[in-house]
């Protein structure tokens, strides 16, 4: 793309550093971690505003370490996205997913949802096109997280909810805005719990899985402090080990793992990551999708229910 168009559309479509890491409050290394994990999901989609076939594209995002790459496609796919909501033709982000973005396919739909926060776009419509009837819902937690995380004193301060989602969106919408938490609060366990905290009790159990997985995924943190959220998550800790397991998978999958997905694993779940995965995959297995038993909530109960049945480090189960 030439110079001047990439930089119009980085004027019009761009997110600023100072929006990005605006959140950031503190010059220590998590703050850092999480800084740099954020700026690495805006250098993705700031790829896309600057070329977005997939000839240029792709190589750009490779560059990124692999322990971070997950967040480049990330960004890639919410760049993607929203040029499929300005411009007419085949779709980039299917396009996307059905090739580079595959192995990293839960982070993809993350970043469409994203984009349609960010473009106040209806989220449900838009998941309605997409294949896969238990990933889509990844959509609606990126929804979530872009909210949580943009809009903090209206959505985690607040705790407001878009009026016009269905009710296990709304479900999903807080596992996003519960992984944003981990962020705007530093990933610090007592800053976490007590935001968590503060919502009604009814959207606790949601919250939490979305702590557990950015726990998991983003890490950032020592033993002691994912310890000290499982005993703060209390009844809810299964739900976060269901997050933490769900993110192995995804980890495993694109060929990124860290050793803060096994330390996530080992304390909320009592396994390794890739054992945790292993609990996913029988998960997915011939996935019911109704409209009152969605594919995704099923697999999150079945998630649950074999988690719950392995001891955990303290030898309780939950």
């Known amino acids: 793309m030439t110079q001047p168009l990439s930089r119009l559309r980085r004027a019009v479509m761009g997110v600023p550093d100072a929006e990005a890491i605006g959140f950031s409050r503190g010059d220590t290394p998590t703050w850092r971690h999480l800084e740099t994990v954020v700026r690495t999901a805006v250098g993705g989609y700031h790829s896309v505003l600057d070329s977005s076939r997939m ?9 990124t370490p692999l322990e971070l790459r997950g967040y480049a496609y990330e960004g890639a796919a919410m760049g993607l996205t929203g040029l499929d909501c300005f411009l007419p033709g085949a779709s980039r982000l299917q396009a996307y997913l059905a090739g580079p973005g595959s192995p990293h396919v839960y982070m993809v739909h993350i970043g469409a949802g994203e984009a349609l926060a960010r473009l106040r776009r209806r989220p449900e419509p838009f998941m309605r096109r997409l294949s896969d009837p238990a990933l889509r819902w990844l959509v609606m937690d990126g929804y979530g997280f872009h909210e949580g995380f943009f809009k903090e004193r209206r959505f985690v301060d607040r705790q407001q909810v878009p009026a016009h989602l269905s009710p296990f969106a709304r479900r999903v919408f807080d596992q996003g805005v519960g992984r944003s938490i981990w962020f705007t609060r530093g990933a610090d366990p007592g800053d976490i719990a007590r935001t968590v905290a503060d919502f009604p009790s009814h959207r606790h159990a949601d919250l939490w899985v979305g702590v557990g997985v950015a726990c998991g995924y983003v890490g950032g943190v020592d033993r002691a402090a994912v310890e000290a959220l499982r005993g703060a998550a209390g009844r809810h800790v299964t739900r976060m080990a269901v997050g933490a397991a769900f993110v192995a998978k995804g980890r495993i999958r694109a060929g990124n793992p860290i050793p803060d997905t096994d330390l996530a694993c080992e304390v909320l779940c009592g396994l ?3 054992a945790a995965a292993h609990h996913v995959d029988r998960a997915f297995k011939d996935l019911p999708d109704t409209p009152s038993a969605p594919a995704y909530d099923v697999l ?4 649950h229910t074999a988690l719950a049945a392995v001891p955990t480090p303290t030898g309780e189960a939950s």
């Not at 000839?55 to 560059?63: A, H, S």
């Not at 999150?300 to 998630?303: D, P």
């Open 55 to 63: 000839e240029d594209l792709v190589p750009r995002l490779d560059r």
């Open 272 to 274: 390794s990551g890739e």
């Open 300 to 303: 999150q109960r079945r998630l």
